[in-house]
């Protein structure tokens, strides 16, 4: 798979968590990639969890937190 095949997969994970009512409550960094974590308040309370690989899908969540947190302040 290209470097672009798995971008695109992880990117794809990551919008199915927001259009379904998720938010990014927090990224970890370590060494074999990033964890971020999702929670929904409605309609039931859950919490998610997605391990990122490729840089740009990092890139993506953080400009996504980014721009939450520009529209929210």
Do not use: C, H, N, W
């Amino acid at each position: 798979m290209s470097a672009y095949d798995d971008y695109a997969r992880e990117k794809e994970a990551v919008d199915e968590q927001v259009s379904t009512g998720y938010a990014i409550a927090g990224i970890a960094e370590d060494l074999d990639g990033a964890v971020v974590r999702f929670v929904r308040g409605e309609p039931a309370p859950a919490a998610a969890e997605l391990r990122l690989l490729t840089a740009d899908a990092r890139k993506y969540v953080t400009t996504l937190l980014v721009a939450a947190k520009r529209t929210a302040g």
